[in-house]
T-cell receptor, first 115, second 114 residues
């Protein structure tokens, strides 16, 4: 596998379920990101991790809980979600050093539907 | 309030002609601007970027122009090809020394007509 992978690609869950989204990067990057894309809205940054430490949390509800066990893996744990949380969840990674060459590379996304 | 705006939800261009996609921003702290391309069922793919100290960056058929005083950038694709049909996102970030999230526009759906 190369690049940034995400599993599952599609997920349907009830409001009382607990599920997790997984992201893995094979690029040797040090920073990982979660974004959310809702219908008719731009991609919105949710969380940023740099060297496994969370450096940004964009006022995301606590029903979304990120975890970064190492620089290659990122999880998003979901519990008691609402139907309005249905969206495309995208993971990205970058070298993390800032500057003009710190390009973010995206995975294919997980399409989440909350019933 | 949206800090990065792409005011054209869609754009149709004939194959072989120039495609011009526009983007405006409001945050003067943005220092780097990027364009991403997205096909259905795939994640965004990085295309080209520009630093605020430059006004132009070119890579093959793709050129990005930045007008810092107008807080406006544009992506030119010439000549346009059928495979260019996709959604194009403009994104921006500041010049922090470490990992920094991107602020995205809503995207422009480019359709290349044969």
């Amino acid at each position: 596998e190369t690049g940034v992978t995400q599993t599952p690609r599609h997920l349907v869950m009830g409001m009382t379920n607990k599920k997790s989204l997984k992201c893995e990067q094979h690029l040797g990057h040090n920073a990982m990101y979660w974004y959310k894309q809702s219908a008719k809205k731009p991609l919105e940054l949710m969380f940023v991790y740099s060297l496994e430490e969370r450096v940004e949390n964009n006022s995301v509800p606590s029903r979304f809980s990120p975890e970064c066990p190492n620089s290659s893996h990122l999880f998003l744990h979901l519990h008691t979600l609402q139907p309005e949380d249905s969206a495309l969840y995208l993971c990205a990674s970058s070298l993390g050093g800032g500057g003009p060459t710190d390009t973010q590379y995206f995975g294919p996304g997980t399409r989440l539907t909350v019933l | 309030d949206q800090q990065v705006k792409q005011n054209s939800p869609s754009l149709s261009v004939q194959e072989g002609r120039i495609s011009i996609l526009n983007c405006d921003y409001t945050n003067s702290m943005f220092d780097y601007f990027l364009w991403y391309k997205k096909y259905p069922a795939e994640g965004p793919t990085f295309l080209i970027s520009i630093s605020s100290i430059k006004d132009k960056n070119e890579d093959g058929r793709f050129t990005v122009f930045l007008n810092k005083s107008a807080k406006h950038l544009s992506l030119h694709i010439v000549p346009s090809q059928p495979g260019d049909s996709a959604v194009y996102f403009c994104a921006a970030r500041g010049s922090g020394g470490g990992a920094d999230g991107l602020t995205f526009g809503k995207g422009t759906h480019l359709i290349i007509q044969p």
